[in-house]
């Protein structure tokens, strides 16, 4: 066997030594699921001394749906005089504006806009600069396109009543699951995201992931980790590691539901897809090795949460491993498969 043909074999065995540690993984966590009752944290309180939250939306030439969002928090169940909304208009240039000062005139004291004319482009640069007029307690951001059910916002609080609790972490339920074949796989995907990954994890006390569509944040611990990064695409990505190393707790909340309508085509989900795992793998050059030498994080915690950090990483991995074996067998060098026959 030449050096080049056993570092190639080598390479092979790690990365197919990886994706059985993944496969280990979900299957750890589906039979958590099916196995365990489920840790819904706090979800039965329902009188309290409710602390103010403040609820930012985040849109971005959103005309078609930010109404749909703000009518369903002005109808929530959270007590109305420690619940100010924000809608964050970033740069919109189709009538976001016009429609958000609509219900500001109609609904006054309840709704105080942030309308972002200029600076940065991205989400992560709006909260940003947004985040400097909160006042409050807590904060929930959601997606303007997102529809939060009515018990939702007291759903995402309940937890901090834990001073441990940094962050949480809501359920997204698509609207459209039976459009067509794409979005039946991604109610498929979602459920298995959220009902099985995120509450295991949970249950397991490992690295629940903080969700910048429907999910909460004590404003003190944020402001603790110096606020919003605005230079990644994944900044609850980016915000769940930067909590979990100052030492903060995420928890996911499996009964705070909020809807969405996936993406029905295939070219707006390979998008998606793009940008989270460019955000995702941005995350993951920057906090790894600060994850694995910190010691407010303890092993199990390592372990997930660096997992998680690698979940983009497999594909291009696979690839690879696929194109080096195709190699060897045609070169007639394929010895790991003679090793195993």
Same mark, same amino acid.
């Given at each position: 066997?030449?050096?080049?043909?056993?570092?190639?074999?080598?390479?092979?065995?790690?990365?197919?030594?990886?994706?059985?540690?993944?496969?280990?993984?979900?299957?750890?966590?589906?039979?958590?699921?099916?196995?365990?009752?489920?840790?819904?944290?706090?979800?039965?309180?329902?009188?309290?001394?409710?602390?103010?939250?403040?609820?930012?939306?985040?849109?971005?030439?959103?005309?078609?749906?930010?109404?749909?969002?703000?009518?369903?928090?002005?109808?929530?169940?959270?007590?109305?005089?420690?619940?100010?909304?924000?809608?964050?208009?970033?740069?919109?240039?189709?009538?976001?504006?016009?429609?958000?000062?609509?219900?500001?005139?109609?609904?006054?004291?309840?709704?105080?806009?942030?309308?972002?004319?200029?600076?940065?482009?991205?989400?992560?640069?709006?909260?940003?600069?947004?985040?400097?007029?909160?006042?409050?307690?807590?904060?929930?951001?959601?997606?303007?396109?997102?529809?939060?059910?009515?018990? !939702?916002?007291?759903? %995402?609080? /309940?937890?901090?009543?834990? &001073?441990? $609790?940094?962050?949480?972490?809501?359920?997204?339920?698509? @609207?459209?699951?039976?459009?067509?074949?794409?979005?039946?796989?991604?109610?498929?995907?979602?459920?298995?995201?959220?009902?099985?990954?995120?509450?295991?994890?949970?249950?397991?006390?490992?690295?629940?992931?903080?969700?910048?569509?429907?999910?909460?944040?004590?404003?003190?611990?944020?402001?603790?980790?110096?606020?919003?990064?605005?230079?990644?695409?994944?900044?609850?990505?980016?915000?769940?590691?930067?909590?979990?190393?100052?030492?903060?707790?995420?928890?996911?909340?499996?009964?705070?539901?909020?809807?969405?309508?996936?993406?029905?085509?295939?070219?707006?989900?390979?998008?998606?897809?793009?940008?989270?795992?460019?955000?995702?793998?941005?995350? !993951?050059?920057?906090? %790894?090795? /600060?994850?694995?030498?910190? &010691?407010? $994080?303890?092993?199990?915690?390592?372990?997930?949460?660096? @997992?998680?950090?690698?979940?983009?990483?497999?594909?291009?991995?696979?690839?690879?491993?696929?194109?080096?074996?195709?190699?060897?067998?045609?070169?007639?060098?394929?010895?790991?498969?003679?090793?195993?026959?």
């Amino acid at each position: 066997m030449t050096p080049l043909v056993a570092l190639l074999t080598t390479l092979v065995s790690v990365i197919l030594a990886a994706i059985v540690v993944y496969a280990a993984r979900h299957y750890v966590f589906a039979m958590v699921r099916v196995f365990t009752p489920s840790n819904d944290l706090y979800c039965d309180i329902e009188d309290a001394d409710w602390p103010t939250v403040t609820v930012q939306i985040a849109a971005h030439n959103e005309e078609d749906v930010i109404a749909h969002c703000i009518e369903a928090l002005l109808h929530s169940s959270y007590p109305r005089d420690r619940l100010v909304l924000m809608p964050v208009n970033d740069r919109s240039s189709d009538r976001t504006r016009e429609i958000i000062d609509d219900y500001v005139g109609r609904n006054p004291g309840r709704i105080t806009p942030f309308h972002r004319t200029a600076g940065k482009p991205g989400k992560a640069a709006a909260l940003k600069d947004a985040f400097e007029h909160v006042q409050t307690e807590l904060l929930v951001v959601f997606d303007a396109d997102y529809i939060p059910s009515r018990g !939702l916002v007291k759903r %995402l609080v /309940a937890p901090f009543f834990d &001073p441990e $609790v940094g962050a949480v972490m809501g359920r997204v339920v698509p @609207l459209n699951a039976g459009r067509n074949l794409l979005t039946r796989l991604l109610e498929i995907e979602r459920s298995g995201g959220y009902q099985v990954n995120q509450q295991a994890r949970q249950q397991l006390g490992l690295v629940p992931q903080y969700g910048g569509t429907t999910g909460g944040l004590r404003v003190s611990a944020l402001h603790g980790i110096g606020g919003w990064h605005d230079d990644t695409l994944a900044e609850d990505t980016d915000v769940t590691y930067r909590l979990l190393l100052a030492g903060w707790n995420t928890a996911y909340q499996n009964r705070a539901e909020c809807y969405e309508e996936v993406p029905e085509t295939w070219r707006s989900r390979i998008r998606q897809i793009k940008r989270w795992a460019k955000g995702h793998n941005q995350a !993951l050059r920057r906090h %790894l090795w /600060a994850l694995l030498r910190s &010691p407010q $994080v303890n092993l199990r915690e390592k372990i997930d949460g660096t @997992l998680l950090l690698g979940v983009y990483v497999m594909a291009p991995l696979l690839l690879v491993a696929w194109v080096i074996l195709v190699t060897l067998y045609y070169l007639g060098q394929l010895v790991f498969a003679d090793a195993v026959l």
